[in-house]
């Protein structure tokens, strides 16, 4: 049963456009959403976060989205680079619980010039 | 501070052997996890240790096992090794346990023939 999902593995966007990146889950005892960041060969990178309190947090051409009535976070970017290629995991968690990260299996996003 | 490293970077065995990761976290971390990364599932939790001690544990069979050590660096071991073993292993560490935020190493690629 997976709890978080993102459904779309891949989208392609022109350089300068918004990217918007999908993901949903299950279980409403997840507090807290991370997006990570995975180019080819790295391990993924920490990108941004959002505590359930919240429904939006913005960190310069990146924002999430938390709708938690749909159980739906979506990641923007504005304005798409090339560089911004990569795959998007959405991770979710209980904090403070003895639970772990749970992740999402990610989407390739891919920024055309 | 240095960031999480992984050794060996790529690994390549037959089947039926063992292997052996290792992942040193990020100084001060004390809680490492370990993910599966295939093409197909995504990233999948394998485990999370805290304070030498496994402190969660996904559903990957007995073959796969890990331990922590006092200065929090993990090993993680995988007997009898399938072809379907064949992943980008990846360990991540956190300043606790439930922390939100992981923190990635570059990976291992294990390639089982």
């Known amino acids: 049963d997976q709890q978080v999902k993102q459904n779309s593995p891949s989208l392609s966007v022109q350089e300068g456009r918004i990217s918007i990146l999908n993901c949903d889950y299950t279980?409403?005892?997840?507090?807290?959403f991370l997006w990570y960041k995975k180019y080819p060969a790295e391990g993924p990178t920490f990108l941004i976060s959002?505590?359930?309190?919240?429904d939006k947090n913005e960190d310069g051409r990146f924002t999430v989205f938390l709708n938690k009535s749909a159980k739906h976070l979506s990641l923007h970017i504005v304005p798409s680079q090339p560089g911004d290629s990569a795959v998007y995991f959405c991770?979710?968690?209980?904090?403070?619980?003895?639970?772990?990260?749970?992740f999402g299996k990610g989407t390739k996003l891919t920024v055309n010039p | 501070k240095a960031g999480v490293t992984q050794t060996p970077r790529y690994l390549i065995k037959t089947r039926g052997q063992q292997v052996t990761l290792s992942c040193s976290p990020i100084s001060g971390h004390r809680s490492v996890s370990w993910y599966q990364q295939t093409p197909g599932q995504g990233l999948q939790f394998l485990f999370e240790?805290?304070?030498?001690?496994?402190?969660n544990k996904g559903n990957f069979p007995g073959r796969f096992s890990g331990r922590q050590f006092s200065n929090s660096r993990s090993e993680m071991n995988v007997s009898t090794l399938e072809l379907g073993d064949s992943a980008l292993y990846l360990c991540?560490?956190?300043?606790?346990?439930?922390?939100?935020?992981?923190?990635f190493g570059p990976g291992t690629r294990l390639l089982v023939l």
């Open positions: 279980n409403s005892m997840f507090d807290y």
């Open positions: 991770a979710a968690i209980m904090v403070g619980g003895s639970e772990k990260l749970v």
């Open positions: 991540a560490s956190s300043l606790e346990t439930g922390q939100e935020t992981q923190y």
């Open positions: 959002i505590s359930s309190i919240k």
């Open positions: 240790y805290f304070s030498e001690t496994q402190r």
